[in-house]
């Protein structure tokens, strides 16, 4: 049984850092998308294209899936992050006559970034980020609490 507790213990350490490492990616995204909110020419030509992280959650090993269907334990191993993809959404056509990058009539394609999305994100992502260092840090301190037992 205590190898169990372990497994346990450790599992939600690990599920903690994977969650942490996701969402700092995350909020990186949406530093690049808020920084390039006016960026009318990328390397790829055209305006700048949003990013956003795909997540999937992280696959366990034989060991690790065998000991949960043994103890009925459902649940992953974490989040990973699978890509990062550029948004679809169509690129904003706004007015501005005296921009180097206007048509001849005026408009510009300006990247498909919204401010308000970007920023609620940004909110999401942080709060996401603060439950996980909550979390690991309760699992540490359970774990040296069980330590200090006589």
Do not use: W
Not at 16 to 40: F, K, P
Not at 68 to 89: C, L, N, P, W, Y
Request: charged fraction near 20%; aromatic fraction near 8%.
């Amino acid at each position: 049984m205590p190898n169990t507790y372990r497994f346990g213990l450790e599992r939600t350490l690990d599920i903690s850092v994977s969650g942490m490492m996701a969402q700092r990616l995350e909020m990186e995204l949406v530093a690049s998308n808020l920084a390039n909110i006016n960026t009318t020419r990328s390397i790829q030509g055209g305006p700048y294209c949003r990013r956003l992280a795909i997540f999937e959650e992280k696959p366990l090993d034989f060991a690790q899936t065998l000991m949960r269907a043994e103890q009925k334990i459902t649940g992953g191993g974490g989040v990973d992050i699978a890509d990062v993809a550029e948004d679809h959404a169509p690129y904003q056509r706004v007015y501005k006559p005296g921009h180097p990058d206007a048509d001849p009539y005026g408009f510009v394609m300006m990247p498909n970034v919204d401010m308000a999305k970007e920023m609620t994100n940004l909110v999401y992502s942080s709060r996401l980020y603060d439950a996980n260092i909550t979390a690991f840090n309760a699992a540490k301190k359970m774990a040296q609490e069980t330590m200090q037992l006589p």
